[in-house]
């Protein structure tokens, strides 16, 4: 039995720019405040001028380093920046040009770029100054030309997209512009990729997520729908806020790069018709600044910042602005929920979605107080089953893993059509790995089948640690799993367990020897915060196959002044 939203909407056959520029779907008119510089509003792009720009980008892209001019969404270009009122307007530009956006987080190493860069076939990276030594070291190390590593700035009003090697040249200083691509035809808005989220998967590094015009447009629209039947409904008075006087706002403190930033941030803005003020990184009390400036209306963020609200004094009326908040990436458990809604003083509600389901999948209607550590409903146009091990469905109220079908459903991994296979049913649904459960209407997540750690929303995949911690000339044999977080509610941090060599130097290898090559060449969040165990061996099964379970089981058990020896 498959579970239908409580509606579905009509989805137009239209690419995406099409969508957000030209077309009666967009509630943003010309004139519309878009993209505001949180630290200064003086600096801000309306929709008018966006147009321009990636008009222009879109001509620099193809003519300059031949974007889309051989077949359309076929080149990848790789955006490696920081958060930046000009960063919407690359990702559209860069579709624009008939390319596909890759976005690559600026927290990455080198090592994790290039392997980005290298798995994407990437040729060209879109840099902010920040992360522009990085972003330099993997162009060598991956064979890309310097003058293909561009540096975009929109600070102090600045509007440039420079060469690293003649930085006096501005490419968006040229007048020449380009009409973007519209294609019409199913075949290529359905199934070609014109962007690429990379999302760890349970059996190695980061994969490709392959999402097109399709996908996004729909996951677009599905949004906005609901934000219209909220507003329209008159239950919304029970917030106290009034829907009649509502203008879309948002602060923009999650990093772009990944799915909910990307949507959240670069679409949902354009689909209301308001503003998104950006700021560069999260820092709690810049945050609570802009957001008592600004006076947003909604707020989408993750457990791990509420729990930050929640525990700071300095927090008071702050978010009375909010007519909606939003919690998503990860669970959040009822009471730390709870006590969000109480400091904030509006309706938090949890989503539920995956990279490849190209953002929210469940969403709790805003006039809707539900703080059960329910994700909410089914939104429109997907179709959602719950089954066991052998694909059968299961009664309403029994746990089962969740598989889902919708236009919002990507096509599967960039060039990895054995991911690709994995992940999807004979018949088509996506199995996401989330073991969950439906319950009086509402949809509740209670684990996950997958493998994958999600720190602060943030996802780790062990088999990628592993594999890393594996070249270490000491260590023998890895495993890695991720325990409770003591300081944050339902979050996870990496523990690695560790087998060591036989020789003496090997013998010798200390748990912050450990911790400090992971640090060497891996992101912050997947810092091993959890601790080095050292032990005899790694509890596998006949076909070499870790058993986790086992090692959390140990882990659960475990007296925090005990070390593993022997499982």
């Not at 239950?235 to 909910?260: M, Q, R």
């Not at 309706?347 to 389901?357: A, F």
Request: hydrophobic share 40%; aromatic share 8%.
């Amino acid at each position: 039995m498959a579970y239908l939203p409580w509606r579905d909407i009509e989805l137009p056959e239209i690419d995406l720019v099409s969508l957000a520029f030209d077309s009666p779907y967009s509630w943003a008119n010309d004139a519309t405040i878009l993209h505001v510089d949180a630290a200064d509003e003086t600096n801000y792009i309306n929709k008018s001028q966006a147009r321009t720009i990636i008009k222009r980008l879109a001509y620099v892209l193809r003519h300059r380093f031949n974007v889309g001019s051989g077949a359309l969404y076929q080149d990848v270009v790789t955006c490696f920046a920081s958060n930046q009122i000009l960063l919407p307007t690359v990702f559209f530009g860069i579709i624009a040009a008939g390319g596909v956006y890759s976005a690559a987080s600026s927290s990455l190493t080198p090592f994790e770029l290039s392997r980005q860069l290298k798995t994407s076939k990437s040729n060209l990276i879109i840099a902010s100054k920040d992360s522009l030594e990085v972003a330099l070291k993997s162009a060598k190390e991956c064979g890309i030309p310097l003058d293909s590593v561009l540096v975009l700035d929109s600070a102090r009003h600045q509007r440039s997209l420079r060469d690293t090697v003649q930085p006096e040249r501005n490419y968006l200083q040229a007048t020449n512009e380009l009409n973007w691509a519209r294609p019409t035809d199913l075949d290529t808005l359905e199934k070609k990729p014109i962007c690429l989220m990379f999302s760890s998967g349970t059996t190695g590094p980061p994969k490709g997520v392959m999402l097109s015009h399709k996908n996004i447009v729909a996951q677009s629209l599905t949004w906005q729908a609901t934000l219209r039947d909220s507003l329209n409904t008159a239950k919304v008075a029970k917030t106290g806020k009034d829907p009649k006087n509502f203008k879309y706002g948002i602060v923009a403190h999650l990093p772009a790069a990944h799915v909910a930033g990307s949507q959240g941030y670069f679409m949902n803005g354009m689909m209301a018709g308001g503003a998104t003020f950006w700021m560069t990184k999260f820092v709690l009390a810049d945050f609570l600044h802009y957001t008592k400036k600004y006076r947003p209306t909604h707020m989408l963020s993750v457990p791990s910042i509420y729990l930050q609200i929640i525990n700071s004094p300095d927090v008071t009326d702050h978010f009375h602005s909010l007519v909606h908040a939003q919690v998503g990436a990860a669970p959040m458990g009822p009471g730390l929920q709870k006590l969000g809604q109480e400091k904030i003083g509006c309706y938090l509600n949890q989503s539920y979605g995956l990279t490849e389901t190209s953002a929210s999948l469940t969403m709790t209607p805003w006039y809707h107080n539900d703080t059960t550590g329910g994700v909410g409903a089914l939104l429109p146009n997907s179709r959602l089953r719950i089954v066991n091990d052998n694909l059968e469905d299961v009664v309403e109220g029994q746990e089962g893993e969740f598989l889902i079908k919708g236009p919002i459903v990507t096509q599967g991994y960039y060039n990895n059509p054995e991911a690709t296979a994995a992940t999807f049913t004979l018949d088509g649904w996506l199995r996401t790995g989330d073991i969950g459960l439906r319950r009086d209407g509402l949809f509740y997540i209670v684990d996950r089948k997958k493998e994958l750690i999600k720190y602060k929303g943030l996802q780790i995949a062990p088999a990628e640690l592993e594999a890393y911690l594996l070249s270490h000339e000491s260590i023998l044999d890895a495993a890695v799993i991720g325990v409770e977080d003591p300081k944050v509610e339902r979050n996870e941090v990496p523990r690695a367990y560790i087998v060591r060599k036989g020789d003496k130097k090997s013998r010798l290898i200390t748990e912050q020897e450990v911790k400090d090559y992971v640090k060497k060449n891996l992101a912050a969040h997947k810092q091993l915060r959890g601790g080095v165990v050292f032990v005899d061996n790694i509890p596998k099964s006949s076909s070499g196959k870790i058993l986790r379970r086992e090692l959390r089981d140990h882990a659960k058990n475990e007296k925090p002044q005990v070390r593993l020896s022997k499982l």
